[in-house]
């Protein structure tokens, strides 16, 4: 069976059922503590390491008003050199975090380029506004809020993946706009599958 909707994939054994796959990715420059905030969700555990290069995959299950969906993060390397990867990376993503550095302000100016990247390349999907690192912040992020309502984004959270503040509430917000988003476009298919 052919994927026909975002977000619903073969079951891959033949087998007439789908499963709802839920792609998000996640953007923002290098170092702004992509793959640090990601690894905080999806293992609880606070990641001190270096810089990561190229982009990485993960799934987490979760649920949905009864429903198991997949959520299958994509990891993007915000180095220059790789954002000719940004319309395969984009492609049939549901959802996306952007993200910046509280400890460095170019990160936040470098916003509309990211934006503009992930419009050009998906539908219109929920874009959630992260700003990271509060434990280390330098200057107050009054400005966050200030952008995703100037730019029609989904909200805006500030977190600290050293600190565990609001990393879950991040993947929790955009989780629950993207199935909103799948729902809306795909109700019937839905209901067959809740458990
Ligand atoms: N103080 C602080 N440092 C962080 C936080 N999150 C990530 N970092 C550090 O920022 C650097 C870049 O993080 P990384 O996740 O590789 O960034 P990415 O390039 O956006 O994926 C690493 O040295 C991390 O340890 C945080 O919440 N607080
Ligand atoms: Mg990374």
């Known amino acids: ?21 839920l792609k998000l990715i996640v953007v923002g420059d290098g170092g ?7 690894h905080r969700y999806l293992t609880g555990n606070y990641l001190d390491q ?8 993960a799934t987490r299950d979760i649920e949905m008003e009864g429903v198991v969906i997949t959520l299958a993060i994509w990891d ?7 954002r000719f990867l940004m319309p395969s990376y984009c492609r049939g993503a549901l959802g996306c975090i952007l993200a910046f550095d509280l400890t460095r302000p170019p990160t936040f100016y470098h916003l509309d ?26 200057y107050p992020s009054d400005e966050g809020l200030r952008y995703a309502q100037t730019n029609s984004l989904a909200g805006f959270i500030e977190t600290s993946s050293k600190e565990g503040y609001n990393v879950i509430e991040v993947f929790d917000t955009i989780s629950s706009l ?3 988003r799948l729902i809306t476009a795909d109700a019937q298919q839905v209901s067959s ?3």
């Open 113 to 138: 380029d990211w934006l503009t990247l992930v419009r050009e390349n998906t539908a219109d999907i929920p874009i959630l506004l992260v700003a990271t690192k509060r434990d280390a912040a330098k």
């Open 32 to 38: 702004v503590g992509k793959t640090t905030l990601i």
């Open 1 to 21: 069976m052919q994927p026909n909707l975002i977000g619903w994939v073969s079951s891959g054994d033949g087998s007439p059922t789908r499963k709802a796959v």
């Open 50 to 57: 270096r810089m990561t290069v190229g982009s990485g995959f």
């Open 193 to 195: 599958l809740a458990v």
């Open 76 to 82: 993007f390397a915000g180095e220059e050199r790789f």
């Open 178 to 180: 993207m199935w909103n």
